[in-house]
T-cell receptor
Framework: SQTIHQWPATLVQPVGSPLSLECTVE??????LYWYRQAAGRGLQLLFY??????ISSEVPQNLSASRPQDRQFILSSKKLLLSDSGFYLC???????????FGDGTRLSIL | GESVGLHLPTLSVQEGDNSIINCAYS??????FIWYKQESGKGPQFIID?????DKRQGQRVTVLLNKTVKHLSLQIAATQPGDSAVYFC???????????FGTGTRLTIIP
């Protein structure tokens, strides 16, 4: 069966520090991969998605970037975090368009 | 732009009763619809999906109804249990699209 792992579960970072969140998927090949951000009590905002290695689509101009160095690995990064980067970050995978996306348990990021 | 919205942000239901969560969408090209359940501190969990060539689909204690004429989607949960307390999101996408558009969510509280 397919599984998705995100880490860390929680992270507290100072303003201006770098960020690297990692997401890996097991049990499937060539998945679509997604990064979302969720503000408290709000819906999900799509940040990036990828349909293959090295292919990244950015949905919202921002202080973050994404990379997909391997088929089942998706990384969310920032060179210098802003206070506004605080939130709940979720990674998801799907087997293609018009298929369910399956989510990890998220990383709660707090910027101080 | 296109949006997916929910009629009610909160819903309280007595344990054992049935609940109905509604969702309105505006994209006439929407072809695939999903309901997710999100418990506190966790990622959204897939519940059930439906494609535009259907108007009803049933799962275990859940039924999704799709009315394309009025662009309305609903999730019915039968015989609610305390474990059903969560935030429920609808999501939609046009045919062949790699991305989902999420609604803002409804918080369902089951009263013992």
């Amino acid at each position: 069966s397919q599984t998705i792992h995100q880490w860390p579960a929680t992270l507290v970072q100072p303003v201006g520090s770098p960020l690297s969140l990692e997401c890996t998927v097991e049990g499937t090949s060539n998945p679509n991969l997604y990064w979302y951000r969720q503000a408290a009590g709000r819906g999900l905002q799509l940040l990036f998605y990828s349909v293959g290695i090295g292919q990244i689509s950015s949905e919202v101009p921002q202080n973050l970037s994404a990379s997909r160095p391997q088929d089942r690995q998706f990384i969310l990064s920032s060179k210098k975090l802003l206070l506004s980067d605080s939130g709940f970050y979720l990674c998801a995978w799907s087997s293609g368009g018009n298929q369910p996306q399956h989510f990890g348990d998220g990383t709660r990021l707090s910027i101080l | 732009g296109e949006s997916v919205g929910l009629h009610l942000p909160t819903l309280s239901v007595q344990e054992g009763d049935n609940s109905i969560i509604n969702c309105a969408y505006s994209n006439s090209a929407s072809d695939y619809f999903i309901w997710y359940k999100q418990e506190s501190g966790k990622g959204p969990q897939f519940i059930i999906d439906i494609r535009s060539n259907m108007d009803k689909r049933q799962g275990q204690r859940v039924t999704v109804l799709l009315n394309k004429t009025v662009k309305h989607l609903s999730l019915q949960i039968a015989a609610t249990q305390p474990g059903d307390s969560a935030v429920y999101f609808c999501a939609e996408t046009p045919f062949g699209n790699e991305k989902l558009t999420f609604g803002t969510g409804t918080r369902l509280t089951i009263i013992p």
